[in-house]
Structures are given as structure tokens and as C-alpha cells.
């Protein structure tokens, strides 16, 4: 009985010296200290950058870490043209832009394929709207039916930018899957199917005036991609 009660008091006296190297000191020098409880990040911190690995020549300063330019969704081309944008309208924002060009694309096409001029007139400048508008009277005076979906944009990505002063303009590539098909005057399918999606890849140009109160886009050029 003796014995236990010794060889307890030994674990305990051990235990006790432990939890005091770990809990009960300063952390030595170069020595992480540990931490007491999980501490939560603040919310209204900036993110740390990630700090580049020190050059094996310390009189060469680390160079910083890049960026592709394709996962900020414009192409290496186009990233001269959009700094440029940025350094002209700091509230320029891409991932918004893009998401408004997606938009802008479908309710385009949309507008083209119901006959609907004054939607069109709304989106495009005078040049394009002419052009869509030259198509749907050819497609009325043919007595042609045209019925076409938008079933998914698979890619929407900036390719060219450039900013004129005032002016900026912006070229999106768009890859997108649509089914159409177009029937005659009696209504007989004479193109097309609904049940095969095309591919279809354009490149349209947005511009816009930076001066302008307007924060509109307009559909400048299109062009296939």
C-alpha cells in the first residue's frame, strides 16, 4: 500500500513538472508559444498575403508571387486594357462586369430571336442594332418562324480590353450551347432541331463612357470567336 501511494506521488509530482514546462513558462527564444484556446479570425481583417520564399542569394530581393491572369477572368492579352480601366474607374470590377455581360448576352439574344427591336435598341449601339435589326426584317419578309433557346453559357471570358479617354471597351469570348430551329410560313421545320444544342462561340465588345452617369454598357461589335 506504502509503495502504491509513493509511486502515485511520483506520477503526480511528473505530471505536475510537465504541465509547468508547457503551461507555466515564457516560450524560449525563436520557440512558438502555445496557444490556450482556438482563436477565431476577425471578419473585418484583411487576409494576410502569403509571403514569398527568401531568394538562396539574399542580395536578390524575393520576387512576388503572380497571378495567371486567367483566373481573374481576362486573358494575359487583355490585362494591359484592363488596369488601364481600373486606373481610369476604380468601381471597374470584372467578376461583376462579366456577370453582367452573361446577362447582357442572353437578354440580347433573346430580344433578336422574339423580333424585338426596341429591347435591341436599348442594348446596342446604332451599328448593331441596325444589323440585328436588318435580320429580322429579312427573316418577316421570308415569313420565317424562329424559335431558339439559350440552354447554358459554358464560358464567358475577357480577351481584348483597351480604354480610349473617355472610353472604355471591353471583348468578351462567349462559348454557349443553343438550340433553334426555324419553320416557314405554313410552319413546316425547315432548319434546326431543340433537342441538339450548337455550340455557338462569339466575340462581343462592350463600351462605355467613363465621364457618364450612365453605368450601362452597350453592345458595340460582334463577331464570331
Request: proline share 6%; charged share 30%; with cysteine.
Given at each position: ?7 502515485l506521488a ?5 505530471l505536475?513538472l510537465?504541465l509547468y514546462?508547457?503551461l507555466g513558462?515564457?516560450p524560449?527564444?525563436n ?15 484583411a487576409?494576410r ?6 531568394a538562396?542569394?539574399?542580395a ?6 503572380a497571378?495567371p491572369?486567367e483566373a481573374?477572368?481576362?486573358?494575359q ?6 488596369r ?6 476604380r468601381?471597374?470590377d470584372?467578376s461583376l462586369?462579366?456577370?453582367?455581360a ?6 440580347v439574344?433573346?430580344?433578336f430571336w422574339r423580333g ?6 436599348q442594348l446596342?449601339d ?6 440585328f435589326a436588318?435580320a429580322?426584317?429579312?427573316?418577316v ?6 424559335d431558339s433557346r ?8 475577357i480577351?481584348?480590353a483597351?480604354f ?9 469570348r462567349f462559348?454557349?450551347?443553343i438550340?433553334?430551329?426555324t ?6 421545320l425547315?432548319a434546326g432541331?431543340l433537342?441538339?444544342a450548337?455550340?455557338s ?8 463612357d467613363?465621364t457618364?452617369?450612365?453605368p450601362d454598357?452597350?453592345?458595340?461589335e460582334?463577331?464570331?470567336?
Amino acid at each position: 500500500m506504502v509503495v502504491e501511494i509513493v509511486i502515485l506521488a511520483m506520477i503526480a509530482a511528473f505530471l505536475g513538472l510537465r504541465l509547468y514546462a508547457v503551461l507555466g513558462r515564457r516560450p524560449e527564444q525563436n520557440e512558438e508559444p502555445v496557444r490556450g484556446r482556438v482563436e477565431q479570425p476577425d471578419p473585418a481583417a484583411a487576409p494576410r498575403p502569403l509571403q514569398p520564399r527568401l531568394a538562396e542569394n539574399p542580395a536578390q530581393p524575393p520576387r512576388p508571387i503572380a497571378i495567371p491572369a486567367e483566373a481573374a477572368g481576362f486573358e494575359q492579352e487583355a490585362e494591359a486594357g484592363v488596369r488601364a480601366i481600373i486606373g481610369a474607374d476604380r468601381r471597374f470590377d470584372v467578376s461583376l462586369f462579366l456577370i453582367g455581360a452573361k446577362s447582357a448576352y442572353g437578354m440580347v439574344l433573346e430580344a433578336f430571336w422574339r423580333g424585338d427591336k426596341d429591347a435591341l435598341g436599348q442594348l446596342c449601339d446604332a451599328d448593331v442594332f441596325e444589323s440585328f435589326a436588318a435580320a429580322i426584317d429579312a427573316r418577316v419578309a421570308a415569313g420565317e418562324q424562329l424559335d431558339s433557346r439559350l440552354i447554358r453559357i459554358e464560358e464567358a471570358k475577357i480577351v481584348a480590353a483597351r480604354f480610349d479617354a473617355p472610353i472604355a471597351l471591353v471583348t468578351v469570348r462567349f462559348v454557349a450551347d443553343i438550340a433553334s430551329i426555324t419553320r416557314d410560313a405554313n410552319g413546316v421545320l425547315i432548319a434546326g432541331s431543340l433537342n441538339d444544342a450548337i455550340e455557338s462561340r462569339d466575340l462581343w465588345t462592350f463600351r462605355r463612357d467613363l465621364t457618364s452617369r450612365d453605368p450601362d454598357w452597350v453592345l458595340d461589335e460582334t463577331d464570331e470567336g
